[in-house]
């Protein structure tokens, strides 16, 4: 029984150590085959969300915003990866590089993931999807992260992005700004939205309605234009769906 204690407590102290020594050894013995089965099934899933690079931090520091989506610090989230879902995984989207990052196990280095092998995240109130090329929702978009803001008869859609740039005065200052990017998907097809009109006309069934919506809501696509395309496509999926 010993030998066997041996090798669990080695495998939990050494996991990535004893990875490539449990794959050399050949013994028959049964406590070895059950070391084995326990590092397998324990360690085997989650080793494989960390094997992107070493995040690269940004020298600079920004005199006015981040590179990240809505915070700069690590939210607790949901990640699908390689068909594998991981739940309470430390998760920054950096929206300059549209790359996500991850803590690696001993919370001490930061990884950027594979992004072709992202399928999906989520934050608290935020779920993104990872569309690339040969992607059979990729007809009118670019490939990468879009976040899903409504679902339905209308899909909405929004692209996030950053930018930074530097200004050179008496000193270099770097100022990070935000462009977002909303489409909805008609007849198979995504179609980017820049105005309330644009967004209405792919809704045109049920126009009538819809204005009466905006306006018993005072619901003001200028000053909040997402907020306000989630509230009339949700609607609009409601009636649709009641209907």
């Known amino acids: 029984m010993k030998p066997f204690i041996f090798i669990l407590t080695f495998c939990a102290l050494h996991i990535v150590c004893a990875a490539q020594r449990i794959a050399a050894m050949t013994s028959a013995d049964a406590a070895y085959d059950k070391a084995v089965a326990f ?34 610090a690590f939210s607790k989230g949901t990640l699908h990866y390689e068909g594998s879902k991981y739940e309470d995984v430390s998760l920054l989207y950096n929206l300059v590089t549209d790359q996500l990052i991850i803590l ?18 989520s934050f608290p109130a935020h779920s993104f999807i990872n569309i690339g090329t040969d992607s059979s929702l990729s007809e009118g978009l670019s490939s990468g992260f879009y976040e899903v803001l409504s679902t339905g008869k209308i899909n909405l859609l929004a692209r996030h992005t950053k930018n930074i ?3 050179v005065r008496d000193v270099v200052e770097t100022k990070v700004f935000s462009k977002d990017h909303h489409f909805v ?18 809704m045109n069934d049920k126009r009538k309605e819809l ?6 809501n005072k ?24 209907r």
């Not at 690696?104 to 995240?121: C, H, M, P, T, Y």
């Open 39 to 72: 590092y397998n099934a324990s360690f085997g899933p989650e080793l494989r969300i960390f094997n992107g690079k070493e995040y690269q931090e940004y020298r600079e520091s920004f005199k006015e915003g981040h590179p990240y989506f809505v915070t700069n």
């Open 104 to 121: 690696n196990a001993a919370g001490s280095a930061k990884i950027q993931l594979i992004k072709e092998r992202v399928d999906s995240f």
């Open 165 to 167: 740039q530097a200004t």
């Open 185 to 202: 998907r008609s007849n198979h097809v995504y179609i980017e939205i820049n105005s309330k009109k644009a967004l209405l006309k792919q």
């Open 211 to 216: 204005q009466q919506f905006i306006k018993q």
């Open 219 to 242: 619901l003001n696509y200028r000053k909040n234009g997402e907020e306000a395309m989630v509230k009339i496509v949700e609607y609009y999926n409601q009636i649709t769906k009641e």
